[in-house]
């Protein structure tokens, strides 16, 4: 098993930043990717961002390209989401994910932290 733990949600103004946090332990050596997601009121939950372990290969949401960067530190099994140019419409819970397929699909991932609640004004 791998648990998950995020942090670093808040209230922000629109324009402003925020940087997630989420803190794997267990057994991460059987996931190699770390993802971001988020879920808004009434809607689907979505993804945001991607990175591997090995390569630090990224991969992003369109809606988040430009204001948004994923990166991890490997020997803290740690992974974050910086936010910039925060917007209303980025106000959501966001998900950490872990899973051993690079991939921008929910089900490929089987492991989920609890959410953190991030809220842009406006």
């Known amino acids: 098993q791998v648990q998950l733990v995020e942090s670093g949600g808040g209230l922000v103004q629109a324009g402003g930043s925020l940087r997630l946090s989420c803190a794997a332990s267990?057994?991460?050596?059987?996931?190699?990717?770390m993802g971001w997601f988020r879920q808004a009121p009434g809607k689907e939950r979505e993804f945001v961002a991607v990175i591997n372990r090995s390569d630090a290969r990224t991969n992003y949401a369109d809606s988040v390209k430009g204001r948004f960067t994923i990166s991890r530190d490997n020997a803290k099994n740690t992974a974050y989401l910086q936010m910039n140019s925060l917007k209303p419409e980025d106000t959501a819970v966001y998900y950490c994910a872990a899973s051993s397929t690079f991939s921008p699909q929910h089900y490929e991932y089987a492991y989920w932290g609890q959410g953190t609640q991030v809220t842009v004004s406006s």
């Open positions: 267990g057994r991460t050596f059987s996931v190699s990717v």
